[in-house]
């Protein structure tokens, strides 16, 4: 059983993004900020998380030293509408599974889902 954990701020992308990774995982869980990823994290242990970078009270880079402080194995994809290559250099240096900008290609998120 696949579990996906999803961390998004913006509302209506989240519900947007919950019905379409449930199409392709048996459990979607949604945050909307770094901190309840991060308790989310921990209470499901999921397979993959994606979550964007750019968020209140913790953001998503912050997101990804705390998890891989638990599991470095940690499968992580990071998500920005923002497109400056400062954070796509920053994910990379932290060693995230994959990088996407926003809005999301469905399409090339699906690659990733071959790789788990």
């Known amino acids: 059983m696949a579990r996906v954990l999803y961390v998004e701020d913006d509302l209506d ?3 947007i ?5 449930g199409m392709f995982f048996d459990e979607v869980y949604v ?13 499901y ?3 993959l998380v994606i979550s ?3 968020m209140p ?3 998503g880079l912050e997101l990804v030293k705390e998890i891989y402080s638990i599991n470095k194995d940690a499968k992580i994809i990071l998500t920005t509408a923002d497109n400056e290559l400062n954070y796509q ?4 240096e932290l060693g995230v599974f994959g990088y996407l900008n926003k809005p999301i290609d469905f399409s090339e998120l699906q690659k990733f889902f071959d790789k788990l």
């Open 45 to 47: 242990n999921p397979d």
């Open 52 to 54: 964007d970078i750019l």
């Open 13 to 15: 992308v989240s519900e």
């Open 17 to 21: 993004m919950k019905d379409m990774l």
């Open 57 to 59: 009270r913790m953001d």
């Open 89 to 92: 250099s920053k994910a990379k």
């Open 31 to 43: 945050a909307y900020d770094g901190v309840e990823g991060l308790d989310k994290y921990k209470e």
